[in-house]
């Protein structure tokens, strides 16, 4: 589900896991894998770079010196004109292709991570990035530092612990667990990285039976913007590691390492597709809503409506446990939906398979995207219509609550435990439609809220959602804040959306 996204900046990968999973086990589409988006264009949405720190911050002045940080890196270091930049420097949405930062450094130690914030704090943006997916392009800093972490990406997984390296891919965490006999709730995006999924929450489709990915952080490894290497856990920085649990990426500091506490693999995960026919999405959708409720955590599903007209609907999803299980629960869908299924397709398959099967394309993609929040029950006519005529988009609506509502809402930075479900607008976008495509995710963006669907997921990072701190992070942001300015005094991490800014 959650593309969430790159280390840096959240955003990507799960909707191409949602969408996938309401389509047939033999419908591979090439969707975006991640996912939040309205009105305005986003073609700058990084802050200009400094040309010095400001007064008073007791942080050097000046450019950095290029040669001196080169010379401390175990890693590389491209600048401009130089082979591999042009390559290094693209995050996963080409949409931001056209962005360029002074440098990216490709690091490998926790002391290069170091070496790289104490070079240019102060003098250039700084942008951690894992697996780059960031919908804003914000992993991705015009003029700025990308600071890639991808090399710091081993799956250590020992007993129930597992310690993962800030820039692993989830296909490639999911394969380590899985080896180990262990699970962890988390994205769909084969190439989202760790980091990212994990600081802005972490839906999946194990979310109603197991959490968030964020819930199962035991602590972290950390460095802020004076350049100390910190670990936040429970019982060490304690503030700090509320907030990176759903404070979203890139706010407080540079994650390294993250250690997770894991489940036991599920024996049997059964997943399923639903296609309904055409034209019958507001009938289907008031029924999912009430029956999501009702389900057993064991059940995650999501629903999606593709744009056009007319409007096409289908359910899918995860079953913790057999297919004769599963039966009874989507019957009890099926009666009350007005429409009886055109294709069905249910599959039981090991952890493994199960991921693997929700996994989209690695392929990069263009495209703008959004997201809102669905509390209470939204009018589901209302929400079908802004979808009509939309040709290419799609809203992916994922079932929330179980597990995801154990915790208190200021338990951790993650606000959203109350949400039913969450709703990601992605609508494919080139440079020359970019501008069209933004004002049409922004129109429906307020067609949902209209509908009754507020807030937003922060790993659907959108540079135009209205009231966007509210929206992210609800009563959670004062907190965040005071947090990020006792790590990051200087705003050193700063950024569209970040939560000084």
């Known amino acids: ?21 309401g389509v047939s086990a033999a419908g591979a589409v090439a969707a975006a894998c991640g996912p939040e988006k309205p ?10 770079p400094p040309t010095s720190a400001p007064s008073g911050t007791g942080l050097p002045t000046g450019p950095p010196n290029w040669d001196d940080l080169r010379s401390k890196l175990t890693g590389s270091l491209l600048r401009p004109g130089t082979d591999g930049y042009d390559t290094a420097r693209h995050g996963f949405n080409q949409l931001f292709d056209g962005n360029n930062p002074v440098a990216v ?11 790289c914030v104490r070079a240019t704090a102060g003098r250039v943006t700084i942008a951690a990035r894992s697996g780059g997916h960031s919908y804003a392009g914000y992993s991705v800093p015009v003029g700025g530092l990308v600071i890639d972490v991808a090399a710091l990406n081993k799956v250590d997984v020992q007993g129930g612990k597992a310690v993962i ?23 769909s995006c084969p190439t989202v990285g760790i980091a990212g999924l994990t600081l802005g929450g972490g839906i999946g489709v194990l979310a109603r039976k197991y959490g968030l990915t964020c819930d199962h952080l035991s602590s972290a490894q950390v460095v802020t913007a004076d350049g100390r290497a910190l670990t936040a856990s429970a019982n060490s920085e304690p503030d700090l590691f509320w907030a990176l649990r759903g404070g979203g990426g890139g706010n407080f500091g540079v994650v390294t390492e993250f250690t997770f506490d894991t489940d036991p693999a599920p024996q049997e995960l059964t997943v399923f597709s639903l296609h309904f026919p055409a034209g019958s999405g507001a009938g289907v959708l008031a029924a999912w809503q009430q029956w999501i409720a009702a389900m057993p955590p064991e059940l995650w599903a999501n629903l999606v409506l593709s744009g056009g007209s007319p409007v096409q609907c289908r359910v899918g999803g995860c079953y913790v446990g057999g297919a004769a299980g599963l039966t009874t629960l989507l019957n009890n869908l099926t009666t009350n939906a007005g429409a009886r299924p055109t294709q069905r397709v249910v599959k039981t398959l090991d952890y493994l398979g199960a991921m693997k099967y929700f996994e989209g394309s690695s392929n990069r993609q263009s495209f703008v995207a959004s997201s809102r929040m669905i509390t209470a029950p939204v009018d589901a006519a209302k929400v079908v219509a802004v979808a009509d005529g939309r040709q290419g988009m799609d809203l992916l609506i994922d079932g929330l609550g179980g597990a995801v509502a154990g ?14 479900a969450s709703v990601q607008v992605y609508a494919p976008a080139t440079a020359k439609t970019r501008t069209k495509v933004t004002q049409a ?21 959108d540079p135009a959602l209205p009231d966007w701190k509210t929206a992210y992070y609800g009563d959670n942001a004062k907190r965040l804040q005071d947090v990020a300015k006792k790590y990051d005094p200087y705003n050193v991490f700063r950024f569209g959306q970040g939560v000084v800014s």
Do not use: C
């Not at 996204?5 to 996938?20: A, E, M, S, Y």
């Not at 009105?39 to 200009?48: K, Y």
């Open 441 to 461: 995710v922004g129109d429906v963006v307020a067609g949902l809220a209209a509908a009754g669907a507020g807030g937003g997921y922060v790993n659907y990072i």
């Open 407 to 420: 915790p208190a809402k200021d338990a951790t930075a993650f606000w959203h435990r109350d949400a039913l």
């Open 39 to 48: 009105a305005a264009p986003v073609a700058s949405t990084a802050p200009a």
């Open 1 to 21: 589900m959650d593309s969430e996204h790159d280390q840096g900046r959240p955003g990507v990968r799960r909707r191409t896991f949602l969408r996938i999973a």
């Open 105 to 115: 450094a490709t690091v490998s130690s926790v002391a290069d991570v170091q070496a």
């Open 165 to 187: 390296g800030a820039g692993a891919k989830l296909k490639d965490v999911y394969a380590g667990l899985a080896r180990a006999g262990r699970a962890l709730p988390a994205g």
